[in-house]
């Protein structure tokens, strides 16, 4: 355990599976095999992490490490892209730990599942959950992010648009802030609202952090005036 709280994660690896080579009917087995699901996730080794992750699940009482163990197996199975099973192992988890600490995560998690697998309808309705039900997570903005970009996926612009400018009115100086304004301005331009998606962009272009989102949006306005066959401007 101290190999892995010092981050050193391939000797931690190492480590425990002699202790459970050494000791099979410890009673701190199901501890072990978290660990190693722990070890073996932040190693990179995603499908060896879901079978320690699991066996952890098999072993331990229902409790704190019987829950870390399930929400390992959901983020394990989502780094592997595998979305279905991510999005089963963690309304597994909520069905079990619907008052955990992590549920904000949870639900987090199990939108952008569902955003992946095309399911947007479900997804929307995760966010607003999460939302209503922890306002003020920190995970709250990221919530009505994506609870946008699944709007947009349905072509739904124009709530797409209140949904980006919402978590922009509630969330000034959240880390999303220059994401929330790049696709606010496609909202605004599928929505047929030029002038609007031009303000976004260059907004964008002139206080994001980052290089491509800036570049992005300069050439979206450019399209934007060509469109619009205002030469001069483009």
Request: hydrophobic fraction near 35%; include cysteine; aromatic fraction near 16%.
């Amino acid at each position: 355990e101290s190999l892995y709280n010092l981050k050193r994660f391939d000797e931690a690896i190492t480590s425990f599976n002699a202790f459970l080579k050494d000791y099979p009917d410890t009673p701190r087995k199901g501890d072990a095999k978290y660990f190693l699901g722990e070890a073996n996730y932040y190693s990179g080794k995603f499908g060896q992490a879901v079978e320690e992750y699991n066996e952890a699940v098999k072993l331990l009482p229902k409790g704190s490490l019987s829950a870390y163990a399930r929400y390992g197996v959901g983020w394990a199975y989502f780094k592997l892209k595998r979305y279905r099973e991510s999005l089963e192992a963690f309304e597994g988890f909520a069905e079990r730990f619907s008052k955990d600490p992590l549920m904000d995560s949870v639900l987090l998690r199990m939108g952008q599942c569902c955003n992946n697998l095309g399911e947007y309808d479900k997804a929307c309705k995760l966010y607003d959950h999460l939302i209503d039900r922890f306002s003020e997570s920190p995970h709250a903005d990221d919530a009505l992010f994506w609870k946008g970009d699944a709007l947009y996926a349905q072509l739904k612009f124009a709530d797409a648009i209140l949904s980006y400018k919402e978590g922009l009115r509630r969330f000034p100086e959240s880390e999303l802030k220059d994401e929330f304004r790049f696709n606010l301005g496609w909202a605004y331009l599928k929505n047929g609202e030029y002038l609007n998606a031009v303000n976004e962009f260059e907004s964008v272009r002139h206080h994001a952090q980052n290089t491509n989102l800036k570049v992005s949006a300069l050439c979206r306005i450019g399209d934007i005036w060509l469109e619009k066959r205002e030469f001069q401007k483009a």
